[in-house]
C-alpha cells in the first residue's frame, strides 16, 4: 500500500515562505499523478495543486495562482509545494495526495490514497 509522508509545515508570519514535502513509499510510480488540497477550520478540505506523472502538466487553484509552485523529483519519490507570499487565509491542514493515473485531478475522488496533513499557520 503506498504511503504519503507530508512534512515542512509550520509557523510563519504573512508575507513569509514555506516548502511543504511530501514523501511516498510502498508500491508507488513515477506515472502517478500527485496533489496537495487544504483544509482551513470550519471548512471542507478544498483543492489546491495538482502535478502529471510526468511533472509536465501543473494546475493551481485561483486563490494560490502565482504564489505557490507545486513541483516532483521522481528519484527521491517527493513532491514539493513551495508557498510564498503567504497570507493568513492560507492556514489550513495541508494534505498530499495521488492517483493511479497520469493526469493531474482538482477533484478528491479521483485521489487513491491520502497522507496525514500538515498544519501550516500563518499569523498576520
Known amino acids: 500500500q503506498v504511503q504519503l509522508v507530508e512534512s515542512g509545515g509550520g509557523l510563519v508570519q504573512a508575507g513569509g515562505s514555506l516548502r511543504l514535502s511530501c514523501a511516498a513509499s510502498g508500491p508507488t510510480s513515477s506515472d502517478y499523478a500527485m496533489g496537495w488540497f487544504r483544509q482551513a477550520p470550519g471548512k471542507e478540505r478544498e483543492f489546491v495543486s495538482t502535478?502529471?506523472?510526468?511533472?509536465?502538466?501543473?494546475y493551481y487553484s485561483d486563490s494560490v495562482k502565482g504564489r505557490f509552485t507545486i513541483s516532483r523529483d521522481n528519484a527521491k519519490k517527493t513532491v514539493y509545494l513551495q508557498m510564498n507570499s503567504l497570507r493568513p487565509k492560507d492556514t489550513a491542514v495541508y494534505y498530499c495526495?495521488?492517483?493511479?493515473?497520469?493526469?493531474?485531478?482538482?477533484?478528491?475522488?479521483?485521489?487513491?490514497?491520502w497522507g496525514q496533513g500538515t498544519q501550516v499557520t500563518v499569523s498576520s
Open positions: 495526495a495521488g492517483r493511479t493515473y497520469t493526469s493531474g485531478s482538482v477533484r478528491e475522488i479521483d485521489y487513491d490514497f
Open positions: 502535478i502529471s506523472g510526468s511533472g509536465g502538466g501543473t
